[in-house]
């Protein structure tokens, strides 16, 4: 428990850190930070005013301060483009990017699970082989461009599935498939490392051992027992998946978090980027907060 | 070098089918990157308005063959393929390297000498890998502009944390071996355990970690320049290339089939690379179960 809270303690220090970085960045940048955040089009006027409302009159050490203690307590300031507080417009994409990633968390595993026992238990056999084919190449070719193919195919050339939006439940597969694709390599090579160590264990052996079949073993023992790593590892992936969310759901304009990341990037809409970059670092260290009480609960082993 | 050497791990490496493959392929390409002004057929700036998006193996008014067709321009998509390999190239290999090294030394320290020098390291690792890589590289993309080193500078500040970590994780082990000890009562300096031991440990692994993140550098290079953030026209690059095939993909489906191909064959060939060399640092990994 002290462990635990330990661990919590932690990750504030480490959002802490994340909030100064961001805050470091925009100060760093040649120029004015008002006049940045203001945008090319403001007038004196304006600028002058949103340098006294955002307290950037004030000393350095003042501004951090407040900057953190604003954030500590959700307020992530307010979006130049939308006129709105940074927080509304990230919780109104919120559910769109959460859906997004779990579709892709299972196209992922439905890809990287029977790659990953292929490879554990038939090594050399030409599945392993085509399986880790299929994991090179997905670890080397860029999503957004796999991105532009599958809509020009599926899309345009076959008009299967929509393009772009979500206006139509269809509309999530080609993002998810997309986006899924980054996951399927770690994910796979986790579920063969988890197979082959589970499959050495006693247990394993006494179960072939009293005659009962290679499947029976695979489905009832292993899968379960190797659940501990995959929460783990989805868990340290949550940053991952959000990084490749901001590419894939860009390319297809999917209304999630990771659209209104790329359109505020490109307005220069600095408060919704550092606010999105904030709320990111947040949602990762929670989730792995989250994966490692998940794995205690999976491994009653663990908890001693 | 002895021939026990050759024996031995490097014997092991050298003997390794994927890594000699991966080696080829990784100085064929950066050889003809680095020469791809002379060896381009056609100036990759040589707009033609008659041969707007000719597809591939058109004639040119001089008979000579747009091998892989031509842009909205009228420009040589093979030409542009060839010199635009080259910022990709630069900005991975240079990135890698830094972030490398940067990240051998920080890790290290971290593991050798542990204590709170190790937990503060240990915390800067965790914060910086739970920001979103691609959307702060971006930001800083905007904030300073799109120059080649603020990009090489860029990906090697965000990755050095992936480095340190595993160069901490090694550093730790290699710390408790005897060797190490030995070394110590022998009368060894701190600076010459680093350099004669804990770093040539922890050395193998970090060069794994460096190909997998040369892929994906250049993977996320191109994805910066697709979305306008990488280095700017008129220098070609794969990234560039494609963000302006987006256009044509109706007319012209080899401006944006053939620049992806060269990104992938690139990181492939490094994740090739990374999977060998794996096989050979740490062949219990690679091995099969029982049954």
New interface residues.
Partial sequence: MLNFLLRILRSVLVLLGVGCLIFALIRLAPGDPVTLLAGPTADIQTVEALRIQLGLDQPMGVQLLKFLSNALRGDLGESLVHRRPVLDLILYALPQTVYLSICALFTALLVSVPAGLVSALRPSSAADRLAEGVVLAAQSVPVFWVSILLIQLFAVRLGWLPSSGNDQWAAVILPAFALSILQWPLLTKTVRTAAISVGSQDYAKTALAKGLSSKRIVFIHLLRNMLVPIVTIIGLQTGAMLSGSVVTEAVFAWPGIGTLAMASLLARDYPTVQGIVLFSAAIVVTISIVADALSLIIDPRLRS | MSASAFNGVLGRVIRNRRILIATALLVIIACVALASKSLAPFDPLQQNLRFRLMPPGSLGADGRMFLLGTDQFGRDAFSRILVGARVPLIVSFSAALLGAAIGLLIGVIAGYFQGWIDSLIG??I???????????G???V???GPSLHNIVLVFTLLSWPIFARIARDEARLAARQQFVEASLIGGGTTTWILLRHIIPAALPRVIVVAA?QL?YFV?SE??FG???LGVPPPEPTWGNI?SDS?SY??QA?WL??F??LA???I??A???FA?GLNEVVDPA?T?????
């Fill in positions: 915390l800067l965790d914060a910086q890998l739970s920001i979103p890589f691609v959307l702060v971006m930001m800083v905007v904030l300073f997998i892929a993977v191109s994805a697709f979305f306008g494609l987006r993909l109706f489906w944006g089939l620049p992806g990104i992938a064959l990181a492939f490094a994740n090739l999977s990994s091995r099969g179960s029982t049954f």
